[in-house]
């Protein structure tokens, strides 16, 4: 499986950003898509994950302001971020893992994850 963002940038405090992660050879029926951050001097955190039967599940940080969809036809996970703040800048990474979990979970603290994507700068300035 290889993944692939866009979508990052800089904005102002308040402002919006799509993420979009393309995933190619993936063949597994029931796999977990997820987002992760990581941020100069702190340790990479999980924003937002959706499993394939439906389950999604976000930080509490991102609750309210980011939204996760899968478009499955497309292979393709977007990261929808509202209301930004500077504590959301960092390098945002899509990130791949099969398997199946039990209903409402994914795989947000999951450290089995199986493919990761170069990443794409977030920058959210004051």
């Known amino acids: 499986v290889q993944l692939a963002e866009s979508g990052g940038g800089s904005v102002q405090s308040g402002g919006s950003l799509k993420l979009s992660c393309s995933a190619s050879?993936?063949?597994?029926?029931?796999?977990?898509l997820g987002w992760f951050r990581e941020a100069p001097g702190k340790k990479r955190e999980g924003v937002a994950a959706i499993v394939t039967v439906g389950n999604s599940e976000y930080a509490e940080s991102v609750k309210g302001r980011f939204t996760i969809s899968h478009d499955k036809a497309k292979n393709t996970v977007y990261l929808e971020m509202n209301s930004l703040k500077p504590e959301d800048s960092g390098t945002y990474y899509c990130?791949?893992?099969?398997?199946?979990?039990?209903?409402?979970?994914?795989?947000?603290?999951?450290?089995?994850?199986?493919?990761w994507g170069q990443g794409t700068l977030v920058t959210v300035s004051s």
């Open positions: 990130a791949y893992e099969y398997g199946i979990w039990t209903p409402g979970g994914t795989c947000l603290e999951s450290d089995l994850l199986d493919a």
């Open positions: 050879g993936v063949t597994a029926d029931s796999y977990c």
